[in-house]
Antibody, heavy 122, light 107 residues
Framework: QVQLVQSGAEVKKPGASVKVSCKAF????????MHWVRQAPGQGLEWMGR????????NYAQKFQGRVTMTRDTSISTAYMELSRLRSDDTAVYYC???????????????WGQGTLVTVSS | DIQMTQSPSSLSASVGDRVTITCRAS??????LSWYQQKPGKAPKLLIY???SLQSGVPSRFSGSGSGTDFTFTISSLQPEDFTTYYC?????????FGGGTKVEIK
């Protein structure tokens, strides 16, 4: 079945960068957009952006423009989200989530990865 | 960006109760509205898409309705496993945006 498996928890210092991976199983990786969503502790869900794994074209939320980079490695069916210049308020669980439709995307998120906790602390 | 206003932010109910959550968009989003369930420590799970379409495998006690700017999510008869948090999300345009969430608690 379709499954997304993310990399493990990270602890980073302010100003550093973090790169989270999301490996896809059970479907053709290049056929479906991948989104990234984050959730700060006790807070709601915040969309960060998406990538078309086939073309590599990305769309980022304005809030993260200049700090986020989404990439993919099609040879290993893995998507990546790198966030730079980390601040304490970047402490959150970061999720990848697949759009279940072949392009054009329907902007629906299903399924989701298990989440990766990124803690930013000095 | 499209703002999604979800209400209430929390509610208390009993097993067997009918529960309704509303979500309002800041502009017309037609039927491009999804609902997710999130249990503590877990990733969100898609329940409803296109405002009223039930995702495969989701129990029929969950339903959604609405179009334009006003949407409703209903659980017809609350089960013990339904006491958790629910989010709406507009899929009309990027950036995708979510409602603030509704926590359904046991009365």
């Amino acid at each position: 079945q379709v499954q997304l498996v993310q990399s493990g928890a990270e602890v980073k210092k302010p100003g550093a960068s973090v790169k989270v991976s999301c490996k896809a199983f059970g479907y053709t990786f290049t056929g479906y957009y991948m989104h990234w969503v984050r959730q700060a502790p006790g807070q709601g869900l915040e969309w960060m952006g998406r990538i078309n794994p086939n073309s590599g074209v990305t769309n980022y939320a304005q809030k993260f423009q200049g700090r986020v980079t989404m990439t993919r490695d099609t040879s290993i069916s893995t998507a990546y989200m790198e966030l730079s210049r980390l601040r304490s308020d970047d402490t959150a669980v970061y999720y990848c989530a697949r759009d279940p439709s072949t392009p054009p995307p329907r902007e629906i998120l299903d399924p989701w990865g298990q989440g990766t906790l990124v803690t930013v602390s000095s | 960006d499209i703002q999604m206003t979800q209400s209430p932010s929390s509610l208390s109910a009993s097993v067997g109760d009918r529960v309704t959550i509303t979500c309002r968009a800041s502009q017309n989003i037609n039927s491009y509205l999804s609902w997710y369930q999130q249990k503590p420590g877990k990733a969100p799970k898609l329940l409803i898409y296109a405002a009223s379409s039930l995702q495969s495998g989701v129990p029929s006690r969950f339903s959604g309705s609405g179009s334009g700017t006003d949407f409703t999510f209903t659980i017809s008869s609350l089960q013990p496993e339904d006491f958790t948090t629910y989010y709406c999300q507009q899929s009309y345009s990027i950036p995708l945006t979510f409602g603030g969430g509704t926590k359904v608690e046991i009365k």
